[in-house]
């Protein structure tokens, strides 16, 4: 994800974990070796983004959130640095997402125009299904 916003996140926030196996082709090797990355981040204990922002990446990343920890669970490749690189890219997109504040939305009122063109447009609906119930309406 390309950004003009510099945003890391220090690599002694995360906890890694190493699980297997990893999907994707490699026989046997992939039943014996742990190239799976379960990536953790405590994002009540970070320092890099606001209690604002935190907020916002709960409600953004709910479906990743145990407690106060987010976790990503990478193993589509059967690389663990590809995984571990992966993991780390899905958490930092997350807490970009939660980075900027979102609009405050205004409240419109609909013109005048458009509320007369809605009403004409009932009349007219109006008129046609009259005419199927076998009475005129302008009578």
Do not use: C
């Amino acid at each position: 994800m390309s950004g003009a916003t510099p945003f890391a996140i220090p690599e002694e926030e995360f906890e890694e974990e190493y699980v297997r196996p990893s999907s994707g082709p490699g026989g046997q090797h992939q039943n014996k070796t742990e190239n799976g990355v379960r990536l953790l981040w405590n994002v009540a204990a970070t320092a890099v983004l606001t209690d604002a922002q935190k907020e916002r990446l709960r409600i953004l990343a709910a479906p990743y959130m145990q407690g106060d920890v987010l976790v990503v669970m990478e193993r589509s490749s059967r690389s663990l640095a590809r995984n571990r690189e992966r993991a780390r890219d899905r958490i930092r997109e997350l807490a970009l997402s939660a980075l900027p504040e979102p609009r405050k939305r205004r409240p419109t009122k609909p013109t005048k125009a458009s509320k007369e063109r809605r009403l004409k447009e009932k009349a007219a609906r109006s008129r046609i299904k009259a005419l199927r119930s076998g009475h005129d309406p302008a009578d």
